[in-house]
């Protein structure tokens, strides 16, 4: 049932991934919780949001995460351009606002190296507040094991509606 819900918000099928993990209903229903949280009941912009679990989808070539979110990136203002800016050059792209520079370069850094130095830490709180560094570390942190998950387990993108 929940399945179907999402789906039809997102303008899918069922979600491949939620019938996956429903599977372990316990499990599921905590995940959903704590994801819930970071999105879309975060403190970060949505746009914001889904530029940072866009630019882990493509790092971690998750073309599951990456289309879904592509879809919802565009309610939230993230266009075509701003998707094919992340994919091309990240965070060195001069069309992104200072913060969302600092955003996608802490991304990227996370992504890389699994860790924040300190210029790339002043970079980010010239911009964010202490609950936004520790939301976004969170929602990067979340993304990437989604993609680990959403890989090992072989979960095919989700058909159109």
């Not at 989808?57 to 990136?73: D, I, N, P, T």
């Not at 300190?118 to 202490?130: F, I, N, Q």
């Given at each position: 049932m929940f399945a179907r819900l999402a789906g039809r918000r997102a303008g899918t099928a069922p979600p491949v991934l939620f019938r996956v993990l429903g599977r372990h209903r316990r499990l599921f229903r905590g995940w959903l919780h704590f994801a819930g949280r970071l999105m879309p009941g975060g403190l970060l912009p949505r746009r914001e949001t889904e530029l940072v679990i866009l630019r882990v989808?493509?790092?971690?070539?998750?073309?599951?995460?990456?289309?879904?979110?592509?879809?919802?990136?565009a309610r939230a203002g993230v266009t075509a351009v701003d998707v094919a800016r992340l994919v091309e050059h990240g965070a060195?792209?001069?069309?992104w606002s200072p913060r969302e520079r600092a955003v996608l370069a802490a991304v990227d850094a996370l992504q890389a190296e699994r860790d924040l130095d300190?210029?790339?830490?002043?970079?980010?709180?010239?911009?964010?507040?202490?609950r936004e560094c520790i939301e976004l570390i969170m929602l990067v942190g979340h993304y990437d094991m989604l993609a680990t998950a959403i890989t090992a387990l072989r979960i095919p993108p989700d058909p159109s509606r």
């Open positions: 989808a493509h790092l971690r070539g998750c073309r599951y995460e990456f289309g879904h979110h592509v879809r919802l990136g060195e792209d001069d069309g300190d210029t790339a830490w002043e970079r980010l709180r010239a911009h964010l507040g202490d």
